[in-house]
């Protein structure tokens, strides 16, 4: 597992679809998420957007179309791909009966066995704001948001390349939101890929280099952050913000 | 390669299986429930059958037994993937660098504990209430390799639609329809080698033999579908895909297609 490696960046998808029964769930999406850069998918409930996360995650197989991680066009996202790739359902994911750092420990030891590093677990839970008293209590006492912020630590605990965030931002408060936000611009300078999902369109404005809109399973709009012209991005950013509704966060 | 491939399967099992047995020694849910359950069940034969006379119960403790461990083992499953179905922590498990087979080797073993602690229980006191059951003091090693080999086949197919189930959000009601047609050949198989154990059946090591052959396939099935079961098989490429691939990897190399 170890030694020099290409790169999984850019994440391209070309025309995938997925369907769940005889309801459409994508129509031929194309997406490329690229090294350095934070991609915010937006998109009404139901669009499609946990079903594209769960696609770039390997945790389903799409019915058609193509996913290629940098020179790599694949079939399952294998263990290696996995090992290079973190995802953050809305749902936190953790075994309620462990301990924050016993959660993390368990991610870490699986990791070692599979010859890769890991960040040390207190560290990275102490640097997304969880306090020390809290380490080791069961995470089934947290509240939703520091459950969240256990959830993120596992995540960027092995330098992913590839950072998938499903509403990472749901049960957070402005302080938690904040500390994330911090986190994930930290993540891109690291060189890493990250989809981000989320209703919280302050903080998309201000994180995002890129955002897309999904709407019915399709992508209808994409704007990129350029670097001439900051205010045309935000008004731009905007008018895709306003076509999602209005925002969960907003009166926060 | 392989061997890598092997090493970190067998650590990440035994590192999974670790965690899911500290789990169960904190709030010992499962071995509660089903040491529980057992008991009330032996209980109930007691009352039921003891007054029998030997030839009459001689055909009735291979049902006894294997329609316990049936019992005994739906709600095990149904339970053991409890935690996953609540918190979703397989799916974090399937994204994670992790032998997707390992898991299923994990929750196979911790089942296949839980199952042995109620049979621990539950032969001492068949061969105690009935005189027919004696034979399992008797044989106490050929008794272990039918427990052992009964359960591990159970559990092979068990595990599989229980987490099949747990991943696509279904019902635990639903396990149980599955769990019994499913697991029907392995429990006759089963109750057949338990009558020929009682019977001092010479030919006892050919139907244990039997057992390890049909427990190889099990295994063998539950360790091929438990990652399309969970994921979904990857589609076939197409040949028009093939092509294009490989041009494109060889365009990468910097190399012609051969014509």
Redesign the interface.
Known sequence: MSGAREPITPIVLRSISQRFGRKVVLRGVDLELRARSITGLVGANGAGKTTLFLIL?????P??G?RRYG?R?V??ID??L??R???V?H????????GARANLE??A???R????SSRPADDVLRGLGLPADALDRPVSTFSRGMAQRVALA?AVA?DPELLLLDEPFTALDARGRSQLAGALLAERDRGAAILLSSHDQGTLLRVCDRLVLLEAGAIVREVERGGDDPAGFAARASEVLAAVGPDDHAAA | MLH?ARV?LL??SL??LR?ELR?EL??LELVLTSTFFTLVVLGMFYLSFAALEKKHTLPAVPGLLWLTVAFVGTITLTRAFD?ER????L??L??????RLAIYVAKAGSTLLVLLVCCALLVPGLASMFPAGQVFWDMPLETAALVVLGCLGYVAIGTLFAAGLAGGGGKNMLLAVILYPVTTPVLMFALVTTRALLDKNPNLPSYLGQMAALDVILLGVGALLFEPVL?????A?SAQ?ARQ?RR??LR?AGRQEPR
């Open positions: 995650a390997g945790l389903l197989q019915d058609g193509e020179e066009v079939g399952d263990l290696e996995r090992a790739l973190a995802y359902a749902a936190p994911q953790l075994y309620p009966g462990l368990l991610f030891e699986l990791r066995a599979a010859g890769l596992r092995g | 890598l970190r650590r990440q590192l999974l965690s789990q904190r709030d935690r609540e918190a979703d922590t799916r974090a399937l994204a994670a660098p992790v032998e994921v979904g098989a990857a589609p490429r895909a691939h494109e990897a990468a």
